[in-house]
């Protein structure tokens, strides 16, 4: 399966459990710190002098590179799973519980957790001027590889690879690491008809696991018929004029099969939002107001991690290579040094040296919300990711349209989602005193798709301290009549 050139890719060609941010709860004027890591400012708007959010989670389901067939996510549960095998006539397009693949010549695959753990915000008065205050903490894990030349097609459909194959050239990069930041937001510019708010989360990033695969040109791959005692099912694949840079380091432990948590890196992030809000003085409610923010500005540095580097090696078999059957490779760093060998005769020749950096996942967020009524609000999202560093994660493009009815003891709002442009999804919200409950994309969960490949799901835990109500904010007003 091409190891050597892919190896960091094959963690996203199967069905992935991902997650991401829930936007309709976001524009919840009582979301507050959760909607920080969105827009900095959001927070501000909070009537709440403290927020706290225990636990929050949005699971996503998203793939176009494979999708079970017939299914929803609750049947899941309870399921027998087959792989499709088209020699056995074993297809998606005929039969129910079949992992199967959509085949296309191109595929964008992308993986994105976010999980927020406990943070809170809080509001100061600094001479007489507003202020909001929050700490937060989040497990993230993102990874892309956009284009890719799904050479993998011929294998999933057990035809012969062509003869001779091009491979276009392709990029990805995956990373995981915690987060703490610290989100600040207050007024700006106090002589202006509209009301302008300016806000800030300063990020400390605790790096993980990290790597990526860069691949500069195109790399020639030529198939052959197996040896008669060669599995008959796999071709002889051969690589050559390969120019291939890769780079990893992992918290995995291959030789107990464990996790062992530890930091390998660190950096920082920036997030920096600016929001115009039409809002009466006397009134809780805003007429409108846009919001634009840019997240996640920064790296995260691994000083150890490895680099090993193939380029215009010996020409590299990769499928049923005797020299590798039956090998038990300890780890990865085993199994690279011994395609080095395979490529230069050496296996400490692709080796260069310790240390790399992956980019966040920078990004533009626009938003617009309009009042309709009281309570009653639509609101536009917008994300354009915007890499700045050459190895980076990316995130997601997405539009997403909501409307949402926002008191203070509830809250639920029906939303539709365009994910990289092409992918529609609906969903929506519900707030029940401390508990959220949501989903960006709903009717997989309930409902049988014919290429399951998608679904989301959230669940936030909140409290709110010291609750404030309409009635004791009108109490606190100065009046404005003459004595």
Not at 108 to 124: H, R, V
Not at 135 to 155: E, I, P, T
Not at 307 to 328: A, C, Y
């Amino acid at each position: 399966m091409l190891k050597l050139f892919c190896l960091c890719i094959l963690i996203f060609c199967y069905v992935k459990i991902t997650a991401q941010n829930n936007f309709t709860f976001s524009h919840d004027n009582y979301s507050g710190i959760n909607s920080a890591v969105l827009s900095p400012t959001q927070p501000f708007l909070n009537s709440n002098p403290w927020d706290v959010n225990l636990i929050s989670a949005d699971i996503l389901l998203q793939n176009d590179y494979a999708y079970i067939s017939k299914q929803n996510v609750l049947g899941l549960l309870n399921a027998e799973i087959k792989v499709a095998n088209p020699k056995k006539n074993i297809r998606g397009e005929s039969q129910p519980n079949i992992f199967d693949f959509y085949n296309k010549e191109r595929a964008d695959l992308l993986m994105n957790t976010d999980i927020m753990g406990p943070s809170f915000s809080m509001t100061a008065n600094i001479k007489e001027k507003k202020y909001v205050f929050g700490l937060f903490s989040r497990m993230r894990a993102q990874g892309s590889v956009l284009k890719l030349d799904n050479y993998f097609r011929f294998g999933n459909e057990m035809i012969p690879q062509p003869e001779d194959y091009k491979m276009n050239p392709f990029s990805s990069a995956v990373m995981s690491w915690n987060e703490i930041g610290l989100n600040a937001a207050t007024e700006i510019f106090p002589y202006s008809d509209k009301h302008w708010i300016l806000g800030v989360n300063l990020k400390y990033e605790i790096g993980l696991d990290a790597g990526n695969v860069i691949s500069n040109k195109d790399i020639d791959l030529s198939a052959t018929e197996p040896a008669p005692t060669d599995d008959p099912d796999y071709m002889n694949i051969y690589a050559s004029n390969y120019d291939v840079s890769l780079s990893y380091i992992t918290n995995y432990d291959f030789e107990n099969n464990r996790y062992e948590y530890k930091q390998n890196g660190s950096g920082l992030g920036l997030d920096i939002g600016i929001t115009m809000m039409d809002k009466d003085k006397r009134e809780d409610e805003y007429n409108s107001k846009f919001s634009l923010n840019v997240l996640d500005i920064g790296s995260v540095n691994f000083k150890n991690g490895a680099n090993h580097i193939f380029r215009n090696g010996n020409t590299i078999w990769l499928q049923n290579n005797p020299v590798f059957k039956d090998e038990d490779f300890e780890s990865p760093e085993d199994y690279l040094r011994k395609i080095s060998k395979e490529a230069y005769g050496d296996e400490n020749a692709s080796f260069a040296g310790n240390g790399f950096k992956i980019g966040l996942p920078t990004s533009l967020n626009a938003n617009y919300s309009q009042r309709i009524k009281k309570n009653h609000f639509i609101n536009f999202n917008w994300i354009q990711r915007i890499p700045v560093f050459k190895n980076s994660v990316k995130r997601n493009n997405l539009i997403n349209a909501n409307y949402s009815v926002q008191k203070e003891a509830i809250g639920y709002g029906v939303s539709t989602s365009l994910s990289e442009y092409k992918h529609l999804y609906f969903g929506g919200y519900l707030r029940l005193g401390p508990v959220i409950l949501g989903s960006e994309n709903l009717f997989p969960m309930f409902f049988k798709h014919k290429q399951l490949h998608a679904a989301a799901f959230y669940l936030a835990i909140k409290l709110y301290p010291f609750w404030d109500n309409e009635f004791k904010r009108h109490r606190r007003q100065k009046c404005d009549c003459e004595k």
